[in-house]
């Protein structure tokens, strides 16, 4: 079942070279699961379409919004995705995945006031339902440095979250993405003839970047 998708708040790319006031943000591991948004009745990806879990897996979440990513463990998300996009539940396929919760969508504080409210999903005695673990760095080398420890334990990167700041859909400076290679999204504007001895053949592609900035692509 698909219905409208989801008015999430996404992560724009954490750069280096400006001085992000990191005392004011959260830190937690980047994971790479299934971004799941929780309804308060069912759980849904990014695009609104219905994830089937097996009703014990949900019989018990609260019936307030949740985002989060349902997660098997660090390099693991081809096989999760085969597990969780079954029409179809199998028990099976559902134990040992967990729901990291993130945020909480629809409270009206700030995140330091919505970290403090998912602390509560503890109580709930649920295994597999947690909030994400977050902390605070005092700096920029510190930040670097617990990247390449997580990196280097399988993980995909670091999410931050500015503690001050509201819950917004779409994306801003109150989530930032860090991972050790950057990536972006860019829409082919034209594909441009190669010259000399790639006559005849594509040369390059003309691409233009979320911000408007437009580069050429090599074809190799």
């Given at each position: 079942?698909?219905?409208?998708?989801?008015?999430?708040?996404?992560?724009?790319?954490?750069a280096?070279d400006?001085d992000?006031p990191?005392?004011?943000?959260?830190?937690?591991e980047k994971f790479?699961?299934?971004?799941?948004?929780?309804d308060?009745q069912?759980?849904?990806t990014?695009s609104?379409?219905?994830?089937?879990?097996p009703?014990?897996?949900t019989?018990?979440?609260?019936?307030?919004p949740l985002?989060?990513e349902l997660?098997?463990?660090?390099?693991r998300?081809?096989?999760?995705?085969?597990?969780?996009r079954r029409l179809?539940p199998?028990?099976?396929?559902?134990?040992?995945?967990?729901?990291?919760?993130?945020?909480?969508?629809?409270h009206p504080?700030?995140f330091?006031?919505?970290?403090e409210?998912?602390?509560?999903?503890h109580?709930?005695?649920?295994p597999?339902l947690k909030?994400?673990?977050?902390?605070?760095v005092?700096?920029q080398?510190?930040?670097l440095k617990q990247?390449?420890?997580?990196?280097?334990?399988g993980a995909e990167?670091?999410i931050l979250?500015?503690?001050?700041?509201?819950?917004?859909?779409?994306?801003?400076?109150?989530?930032?993405?860090?991972?050790?290679?950057?990536d972006?999204e860019?829409?082919?504007?034209?594909?441009?003839?190669g010259?000399?001895?790639?006559?005849?053949?594509?040369?390059s592609?003309?691409?233009v970047?979320?911000g408007?900035?437009m580069?050429?692509i090599?074809?190799?």
């Amino acid at each position: 079942v698909k219905l409208a998708a989801p008015e999430l708040q996404l992560a724009k790319p954490y750069a280096s070279d400006t001085d992000t006031p990191l005392s004011q943000y959260w830190v937690s591991e980047k994971f790479d699961g299934v971004r799941a948004y929780w309804d308060g009745q069912s759980l849904r990806t990014r695009s609104g379409r219905t994830i089937m879990a097996p009703d014990w897996f949900t019989a018990d979440f609260p019936n307030t919004p949740l985002d989060g990513e349902l997660w098997l463990g660090r390099q693991r998300f081809a096989e999760l995705s085969g597990r969780v996009r079954r029409l179809q539940p199998k028990d099976r396929d559902w134990r040992g995945i967990r729901y990291q919760v993130f945020d909480l969508p629809q409270h009206p504080g700030t995140f330091d006031q919505r970290l403090e409210a998912m602390q509560s999903l503890h109580k709930m005695n649920i295994p597999w339902l947690k909030p994400v673990y977050q902390w605070q760095v005092k700096d920029q080398a510190a930040l670097l440095k617990q990247l390449k420890e997580y990196v280097e334990k399988g993980a995909e990167g670091l999410i931050l979250h500015r503690g001050g700041a509201y819950h917004r859909v779409g994306r801003s400076d109150n989530v930032l993405k860090l991972k050790p290679l950057t990536d972006a999204e860019a829409y082919v504007l034209q594909h441009l003839p190669g010259k000399g001895k790639y006559q005849g053949m594509m040369g390059s592609i003309l691409v233009v970047l979320e911000g408007g900035r437009m580069l050429k692509i090599g074809s190799g």
